[in-house]
C-alpha cells in the first residue's frame, strides 16, 4: 500500500494500459472465441456488435450493483448478454450459452490476446521515477487482478480498484472514492481513454484528468500517447 499523503495517477487499464490483439471490444472477443470453436463460421466482429450495446454493468453506471461483487455473481449477469449475441447469429440457446462460457475463458487467460501498449512500461517507470505512484481504477471484470499480474504490472501498481469487486462503475462518484478513500493522496490524477468515464467523471469529483489515445473536444487535456501524460502534471491542482 502506498503511504498517505502521496502523489497519485490513476490509471484506466483497458484501452488505457492494455488492449486485446490492438483493438478493444466485446464483439471481437466473441468472434475470437468461435473461431477456436468452430472454424469457418462466417461471422465477423459486426455480427454481434448490435446486441452487445446494453446489459453489462458498466452500461448503467448510476446503478450500483453490489450484488455482483462475487466473480461468479458478475458472470451470471453477463453471461446471457453473451448468449443473446450468440443466438442473433443463429446458434442455439445452449450452444449459445456455451460459447459465452467459452469467450469467459478466452477473456480473462491474460497470456492470450491481452498486451500492454508499447508506451506503458516507458510512461509508468519515468513518472515513478518522478515521485508519482500509480493505481488502476477500471470498469472490468472480477479477473482484472489475474489479467494485470500476467502482464507484469503487479509490482508496478499500488493498488487496483475494479468495478466488479466494489460495485460502482465509472463514472459514479463512488468508483473513485473507492481509490481516494483508501490511499488518501495528497494529490491525484486520472488517465483513460474514455471521456465519460475516465475525464468527465472524474473532473465532475474535483480529480483533474487527461485523456489518452481517443481526442475529444470535451477534453481540457489530451496527449496522443502515454509518454504526453507528464507534461500536464505540473499544472497547479485547486486544493
Known amino acids: 500500500m502506498t503511504p498517505s499523503g502521496a502523489r497519485l495517477l490513476i490509471w484506466d487499464f483497458d484501452g488505457t494500459l492494455a488492449h486485446r490483439r490492438g483493438e478493444t471490444g466485446w464483439s471481437i472477443l466473441l468472434a475470437e472465441a468461435l473461431d477456436a470453436e468452430e472454424p469457418g463460421h462466417g461471422h465477423s466482429p459486426d455480427t454481434f456488435r448490435p446486441h452487445l450495446r446494453d446489459g453489462f454493468p458498466w452500461h448503467r453506471p448510476e446503478?450500483?450493483?453490489?450484488?455482483?461483487?462475487?466473480?461468479?455473481?458478475?458472470?451470471?449477469?453477463?453471461?446471457?448478454?453473451?448468449?443473446?449475441?450468440?443466438?442473433?447469429?443463429?446458434?442455439?440457446?445452449?450452444?449459445?450459452?456455451?460459447?459465452?462460457?467459452?469467450?469467459?475463458r478466452l477473456y480473462v487467460d491474460p497470456s492470450v490476446g491481452w498486451a500492454l501498449f508499447d508506451d506503458t512500461f516507458p510512461a509508468l517507470e519515468q513518472l515513478s521515477q518522478d515521485g508519482w505512484t500509480h493505481a488502476i481504477l477500471s470498469n472490468h471484470v472480477p479477473e482484472l487482478r489475474q489479467i494485470v499480474a500476467g502482464l507484469g504490472l503487479d509490482d508496478v501498481f499500488a493498488f487496483v480498484s475494479c468495478s466488479a469487486e466494489t460495485g460502482y462503475e465509472k463514472p459514479h462518484a463512488q468508483a473513485y472514492a473507492s481509490v481516494l478513500d483508501l490511499l488518501s493522496p495528497q494529490e491525484a490524477w486520472m488517465i483513460g481513454d474514455n471521456i465519460v468515464a475516465d475525464v468527465l467523471g472524474a473532473e465532475a469529483v474535483g480529480i483533474p484528468a487527461v485523456l489518452v489515445r481517443r481526442p475529444d473536444p470535451q477534453a481540457v487535456r489530451y496527449a496522443d500517447s502515454l509518454g504526453g501524460v507528464a507534461q500536464f502534471l505540473e499544472e497547479p491542482v485547486a486544493a
Open 63 to 104: 446503478i450500483v450493483h453490489p450484488e455482483l461483487c462475487e466473480p461468479e455473481a458478475w458472470w451470471a449477469s453477463v453471461r446471457p448478454i453473451l448468449a443473446r449475441a450468440y443466438e442473433a447469429a443463429g446458434y442455439a440457446p445452449r450452444r449459445a450459452l456455451e460459447l459465452g462460457d467459452a469467450a469467459r
